[in-house]
């Protein structure tokens, strides 16, 4: 099946889904990345005297070497502005997601969920848009789209963060999808956040390279699996 995940920024996709990314695509899927911004905005730039031009160009070739090591069958950035989408005509994000998933036509689309894990308001933004044209599209009848999920974290992991976010997990009954991960998928994880060279320090620090990950959480919207599914492809015809 193809599964698309939309996040905003560059290293989203490593910060969190990677090693889930890298178990679906061992498991025959193919793998797409819609990325909405460069992430120029951050105040990593500062450490490197870069301008947000500058920065975004050094995070986009980044996700190049992501890409690869990822497998990913596809990598789109686009360069709406870093930290602003909630100042942008939220009809212009849906319009450039809606092209790109009308190019892709993926069975399972993926992105942040409503609390945005870490609640940044581009997270927030990604969510809403997303949403909004997964449902119009779906009325409009394109029926290669099965399922809209939400990757999170279980309110478990987030509390048990040592790093240097503020994290928010999903309730247990919000959870509709837990994917088993492998020692090779946390490894390929690890890879992929390796290829963010500027944001070492911050890769260091963070709970994403404070242990191993044995599950991804996904919640799947208008959808209920108690027990969870073991694969967000599973149930699907």
């Known amino acids: 099946m193809k599964i698309l995940y939309i996040f905003p920024h560059p290293d989203d996709e490593s910060f969190g889904p990677a090693a889930a990314i890298w178990n679906q695509i061992q498991q025959g899927n193919e793998v797409y990345l819609l990325t909405l911004t460069k992430g120029g905005a951050t105040k990593v730039r500062f450490q490197y005297q870069y301008s947000i031009e500058q920065m975004g160009n050094v995070r986009y070739a980044e996700m190049q070497q992501v890409a690869q090591v ?3 069958a596809n990598l789109t950035v686009l360069d709406l502005p870093d930290s602003g989408l909630k100042e942008l005509d939220p009809r212009l994000i849906e319009q450039a997601v809606e092209q790109h998933m ?3 036509q993926p069975h399972i689309v993926v992105t942040y969920p409503v609390h945005g894990i ?3 308001h581009d997270h927030l933004v990604t969510h809403a848009v997303v949403k909004r044209v997964f449902v119009t599209m779906q009325d409009r009848g394109c029926n290669y789209l099965k399922r809209l999920a939400f990757f999170t974290l279980s309110e478990e992991t987030a ?3 040592q790093g240097i ?5 999903s309730k247990p009954d919000e959870i509709d999808c837990i994917t088993p991960l492998s020692a090779a998928d946390n490894e390929k994880m690890n890879e992929a956040l390796n290829c963010y060279q500027t944001y070492t320090t911050v890769i260091t620090d963070s709970i994403k390279k404070s242990g191993v990950f044995t599950h991804a959480c996904f919640e799947i ?3 209920q699996h108690q027990p969870p599914l073991t694969a967000l492809t599973h149930k699907l015809s």
């Open 159 to 161: 509390n048990a963060n």
């Open 102 to 104: 009308a190019l892709i």
């Open 165 to 169: 976010h503020r994290l928010q997990g």
């Open 118 to 120: 870490s609640g940044f």
């Open 70 to 72: 990822l497998q990913l």
């Open 221 to 223: 919207f208008k959808e």
